[in-house]
């Protein structure tokens, strides 16, 4: 596969944005342009879509790199030189554009859905707008990504080496309890120590949040968030109604696996350090040492499942847009983040060796296979994901990618690795509902206090639990759970997409059951699609409904209860 960034075609190649100035006058120049006929109204579409795509990546390379390296206060400055200096600038200019083009008479003559639904994104800008959110954004940027800084810095003593979090955690995996223990504790002091330092960020978060939704002319935040995140194909009582299906189908089915686990373990109850422990005494998974090692299991296995995917990550390879290893000073977590221009995007995680590493991995990777089959709509709008539609790509390609696993492993240990990923797909809805129902109630109630907070948070996590877990002298670290959860601070509302979308592959997953290559043809049609068409749209082309319905959830809690005997 040869990649070539295109020429651009309306800014200078060698531009640097290093102050604002610099792009003034290119923003002045679109909404001078007088645009007489279609060809010129397409035209300027396509240069205020280059202008969109060099100033997302050149964000893009800010974040990376400040993620990366957390300790390096140059990389800081200049991501957040980009959000306080460079974005409150832009904020009314691009106001100014979507004003132009609403305005112009072309739009009822690209009746595509594909521009009807970048139509309607522009005109919910618009009346999102507000100028004094300007500066609130700006800081609402800054201080979220405190909460990066913040985790990178978490760390344990043990052994005489220094480990990061994610590190310390496959630690929780080794047989002796003695040490799994003395780990859990190491790790919960460093969550005690920093527990009010994210109080603290988190509730200024919300107050901020809160403003910018009043600002807006919205009763609060969740209300606002809905909007801009164009949920215009579900609603927050759709939202409610998943919680009480997960609570109904999907909590039952992970108390009976649970239960079984704790007969394994001959325990009436699992302590804190039980939990990522294999009942049969089998150690920790750990398919491979290195980042290196791990990236080229599995180019083979994509290349095994299709060509194309494997093609995919070389690429990005070859380009540098890869950052594996865990190491110290690197933010917490994995993403895949897309860069518009060049189309390759850049895939950042902190493997450590374990099975989970290797699941991010294909997450991960198929988010940018998302990206790659998509790179060559025409405009940048067309390649800006919904979470729904995104996470459609990463979680199916974890299912997709199972029977590939013999790649990292023999048979019968691939045979558990696959069941340990059904059931922490199981597992993992639980936890996505009680991290939703949290937000809408923290943006309902704003003004709460720190006291309401957790007695709230503690409540959710015994209506989305299973009851068999003896938190006896660690309650505190149940309060403060939801602090692990970094889409609380940085992203707020994107969660609940992850259960959609894992509905949406569990359906893929069974679909490939059934007829494997008509499934891997589906979920190429359905990626190449990027946003042109609707959601469920998208997710009727990859072969599945876009359903969270109790129904819906009944017939696949059936479904995995299924698989999951057959795997036994």
């Known amino acids: 596969m040869q990649i070539h960034k295109a020429a651009r075609q309306f800014l200078p190649e060698d531009l640097a944005i290093t102050e604002f100035g610099l792009l003034a006058p290119y923003f002045q120049e679109l909404l001078d342009r007088e645009i007489h006929t279609l060809n010129d109204f397409d035209h300027w579409l396509l240069e205020r879509s280059e202008l969109d795509a060099v100033l997302e990546e050149d964000l893009a390379w800010r974040y990376i790199r400040m993620s990366i390296n957390t300790q390096d206060e140059q990389l800081r400055e200049a991501y957040n030189f980009f959000v306080s200096k460079i974005q409150p600038e832009l904020a009314p200019l691009e106001d100014q554009l979507n004003h132009k083009l609403m305005a112009l008479p072309f739009l009822e003559q690209r009746v595509d859905s594909a521009h009807q639904i970048y139509f309607r994104s522009v005109r919910t800008a618009l009346e999102l707008y507000r100028e004094e959110n300007i500066v609130l954004q700006a800081a609402l940027s800054e201080e979220a990504q405190q909460y990066g800084a913040i985790s990178a810095a978490q760390s344990i003593e043990y052994d005489g080496k220094t480990l990061t979090m994610q590190q310390a955690a496959q630690l929780l995996k080794e047989k002796d309890e003695i040490l799994r223990q003395h780990i859990f504790e190491k790790m919960a002091a460093v969550r005690r120590k920093d527990r009010e330092l994210l109080d603290t960020l988190f509730t200024s978060l919300i107050q901020k949040r809160q403003q910018l939704a009043q600002n807006a002319g919205f009763a609060n935040f969740r209300d606002y968030?809905?909007?801009?995140?164009?949920?215009?194909?579900?609603?927050?009582?759709?939202?409610?109604?998943?919680?009480?299906?997960?609570?109904?189908?999907i909590v039952p089915l992970v108390k009976e696996i649970q239960a079984a686990k704790l007969k394994k373990l001959g325990k009436n109850l699992f302590k804190p350090w039980d939990l990522d422990v294999d009942p049969e005494g089998k150690p920790a998974l750990k398919p491979f040492k290195t980042g290196t090692e791990m990236l080229a299991g599995t180019i083979q296995m994509f290349d095994r499942i299709d060509p194309y995917f494997g093609d995919c990550l070389r690429v990005m390879d070859q380009l540098g847009h890869l950052d594996l290893d865990s190491k110290q000073g690197k933010a917490p977590g994995g993403y895949n983040y897309p860069l518009y221009e060049i189309g390759v995007p850049f895939i950042f995680m902190n493997a450590v060796g374990s099975q989970r590493d290797l699941e991010t991995m294909v997450h991960e990777g198929g988010h940018a296979i998302h990206s790659f089959l998509s790179r060559d709509l025409s405009l940048t709008a067309f390649k800006n994901l919904p979470s729904e539609v995104a996470e459609l790509a990463s979680m199916s390609m974890e299912l997709l990618s199972m029977p590939q696993w013999s790649e990292f492993y023999e048979p019968q240990t691939q045979q558990r690795a696959m069941r340990e990923q059904i059931e922490g797909t199981l597992k993992v809805l639980p936890w996505i509902a009680q991290i939703d129902a949290f937000q809408h109630w923290i943006y309902e109630n704003p003004t709460h206090s720190l006291q309401e907070r957790t007695a709230h948070w503690t409540q959710l996590a015994h209506d989305f639990g299973t009851g068999l877990v003896d938190w006896t002298d660690y309650e505190d670290l149940i309060a403060c759970s939801w602090q692990r959860q970094l889409h609380l601070f940085e992203v707020p509302f994107y969660y609940i997409e992850y259960g959609i979308a894992q509905l949406?592959?569990?359906?893929?997953?069974?679909?490939?059951?059934?007829?494997?290559?008509?499934?891997?043809?589906?979920?190429?049609?359905?990626?190449?699609?990027?946003?042109?068409?609707?959601?469920?749209?998208?997710?009727?082309?990859?072969?599945?409904?876009?359903?969270?319905?109790?129904?819906?959830?009944?017939?696949?809690?059936?479904?995995?209860?299924?698989?999951?005997?057959?795997?036994?």
């Not at 059951?513 to 997710?539: D, W």
């Open 225 to 249: 968030k809905f909007v801009e995140m164009g949920r215009f194909d579900y609603t927050k009582a759709d939202c409610f109604a998943f919680h009480e299906a997960i609570k109904t189908h």
């Open 504 to 568: 949406g592959a569990l359906g893929v997953w069974k679909n490939s059951l059934a007829n494997n290559q008509l499934a891997i043809e589906q979920y190429k049609n359905a990626l190449s699609l990027g946003y042109t068409a609707p959601m469920s749209t998208i997710y009727e082309t990859a072969g599945v409904p876009f359903d969270f319905s109790s129904e819906r959830l009944q017939a696949l809690a059936q479904f995995i209860k299924e698989q999951l005997e057959i795997m036994n």
